[in-house]
């Protein structure tokens, strides 16, 4: 008798499953794991654009100003003219900023849904020489700008 119901089981988790798959369900979770798991050999700039466009570049490279703050800058790192559209979905994912040595100086993550132009502001107790800047587009992968600091 508990034959029959285990059958009804199996096969009851498997239509649920089909209609999942069928509902694109599947595809968009394994797509936002590929998000977050995504690498390349290394970051995209503004002259080493791989497989993309100067054009798409101009909307990826991380934009850098300094400001003096006491002993220490404030950095903000803009990604200008570059969609926060979740109908596509094309958005910026998240902002990066590390010193020279790779070290993670601040971090700052963006949903679709978020205004743009994508903007992070960090504030540095001390003045690095040089610092990078790094943005992931879902699209277009990760993109570098190397700056030195210069406060005006």
């Known amino acids: 008798m508990k034959k029959p119901y285990l059958a009804l089981i199996v096969v009851a988790c498997a239509a649920a ?3 999942l798959i069928a ?4 595809q968009m979770q394994s797509s936002a794991m590929k998000d977050q798991d995504y690498t390349q050999p290394e970051p995209y ?13 101009a909307t990826h490279v991380p934009q850098v100003t300094f400001e003096k703050m006491g002993m220490g800058v404030k950095v903000t790192v803009q990604i200008d003219n570059h969609p926060m559209d979740p109908q596509k979905p094309h958005w910026i994912m998240w902002i990066r ?5 790779g070290k993670k100086l ?5 949903k679709a849904t ?9 504030e540095l107790p001390n003045v690095p020489s040089k610092i990078k800047a790094y943005e992931r587009c879902n699209i277009h992968g990760i993109w570098l700008n190397e700056v030195a600091v210069e406060i005006k």
């Open 17 to 19: 499953g089909l209609t």
């Open 23 to 26: 509902s694109g369900w599947a």
């Open 45 to 57: 700039t503004a002259k080493n654009f791989g497989p993309w466009s100067e054009a798409v570049a």
């Open 97 to 101: 900023l590390e010193d020279m040595m």
């Open 106 to 110: 601040g971090e700052k993550t963006f």
């Open 114 to 122: 978020d205004p743009r132009p994508a903007v992070a502001v960090f």
